[in-house]
């Protein structure tokens, strides 16, 4: 009868089994790119502008002028393709100095934004942020799309 002998440290099992999943995580990473690639992503371009209240200013020596902490002002945001057909049913999105608002575009791809702006006691001027976002399209981002400002 024929023994076999194996060898008590064999290294090169232990050595490949690394490799392996080395192997399988490059695998894993590449399949996952692949999906999150596949994701569908907006095709059509879209434009928003401030119609409104793009200007928001403070006159602290005037009595009859507007006072930031105590009052809302009301924001109109239009939204169009790039025919200028309107986009109804986004979702438009306003925040900054302080305040934060949210509402959806009419048939007219209009869309009436509430929001309550304030100033810092060192600070002069601020802006508002407005994202614009719908179904199909890519979302639309202006950083300073409505400016909030402190006369002296």
């Not at 009868?1 to 894993?28: C, H, R, S, W």
């Not at 507007?66 to 057909?85: E, P, R």
């Not at 509430?114 to 100033?119: A, D, H």
């Amino acid at each position: 009868m024929i023994k076999a002998t194996f060898k008590e440290n064999d290294n090169a099992q232990v050595l490949g089994l690394p490799m392996y999943l080395i192997i399988v995580m490059i695998v894993a990473v590449a399949v996952i790119a692949a999906v999150i690639f596949m994701i569908p992503q907006g095709t059509k371009m879209m434009n928003a502008q401030v119609t409104e209240n793009a200007v928001i200013a403070e006159d602290p020596g005037n009595a009859s002028a507007f006072v930031l902490s105590n009052a809302d002002v009301t924001i109109k945001v239009t939204t169009n393709d790039n025919q200028d057909d309107p986009i109804s049913g986004a979702t438009v999105t306003l925040v900054g100095s302080g305040a934060a608002a949210s509402a959806t575009t009419d048939a007219d791809g209009m869309a009436t934004l509430s929001v309550t702006p304030s100033l810092g006691e060192n600070v002069n001027e601020d802006s508002i942020k407005l994202t614009v976002k719908a179904a199909g399209y890519q979302e639309y981002t202006e950083e300073d799309a409505v400016t909030v400002y402190r006369l002296s």
